[in-house]
């Protein structure tokens, strides 16, 4: 119990922290105002509590599909929210900018919500078998300090790049998890019959396991998986394009304008 707690709270909050430290970063070096976070924070938990209280449920939605449709959604929801907030950025405008805020809200209370009901759910599962206690909450408490550590060691490592390469070491990362994002609802929407099956394009389980240290990190940082589908490849590549053309009609726009 406790290995299996130390990954699996790993896998959940790493992904979230590193979204949360990216933005964060963001924000600072854009001198944006960081009272964002506190609603971000709010809603997230409560996102969260609300999904994991009613998750039985909700698993009954959509002919008993309900959970890998709605943490399907997140996800969409999250790449969605980084490409228009990559638009929003490149476009420049002061009408414009005022919106990065909440666009930043909305994709770490999605983040929060998904990871965080999966953490509640397991810790709620725990707590209901005494003798598993002790070692989950151990196991739980390891992993979730090394995801922070994860997430805070990106957001002091793209504070220490020289200025001018931050902004677009930012945008890169966010096209990446926007990737991920839209990956990872592919394998659920495959999961739930909404996707057709496709042919797993390659394996690299043998040399580099997802359920490793290194496994969790890539898989959380670029959506690494040691055996994707077709339709998974084709949704990351679509996430990272999102982003991309976002970035691109953003500075067309901007340098018509001015």
């Known amino acids: 119990m406790f290995l299996s707690s130390v990954v699996l709270i790993l896998q959940e909050i790493l992904e979230a922290a590193l979204l949360v430290s ?11 105002r960081l009272y964002w976070m506190g609603g971000a924070l709010c809603l997230g938990f409560a996102g969260a509590l609300l999904l994991s209280l009613n998750m039985v449920a909700v698993s009954e939605w959509f002919d008993y599909v309900g959970q890998e449709v709605v943490n399907a959604s997140l996800q969409l929801s999250i790449t969605l929210l980084l490409t228009l907030l990559t638009l929003l950025y490149t476009l420049g405008s002061p009408a414009t900018l005022r919106w990065l805020p909440l666009c930043m809200v909305l994709s770490v209370a999605c983040a929060l919500t998904r990871e965080g009901s999966e953490v509640f759910i397991y810790i709620q599962g725990a707590l209901s078998q005494p003798p598993h206690v002790r070692p989950t909450l151990t196991g739980a408490g390891i992993g979730a300090g090394i995801g922070i550590s994860a997430g805070v060691l990106l957001y002091y ?34 999961q739930a019959d909404w996707l057709p099956y496709s042919l797993v394009i390659w394996d690299s389980s043998g040399w580099l396991p997802e359920n490793s240290i290194t496994g969790h990190l890539l898989y959380a940082l670029i959506g690494y998986e040691a055996t994707p589908s077709l339709l998974q490849a084709l949704a990351y590549g679509a996430g990272i394009l999102s982003v991309a053309l976002a970035w691109h009609v953003g500075r067309i726009r901007r340098t018509t304008a001015s």
């Open 22 to 32: 990216l933005l964060l970063a963001f924000s600072r070096i854009n001198n944006l």
């Open 157 to 190: 490592g793209l504070l220490g790049l020289p200025r001018h390469w931050v902004v677009p070491s930012c945008l890169l990362l966010m096209a990446m998890i926007a990737g991920n994002m839209a990956a990872q609802a592919a394998m659920l929407l495959i």
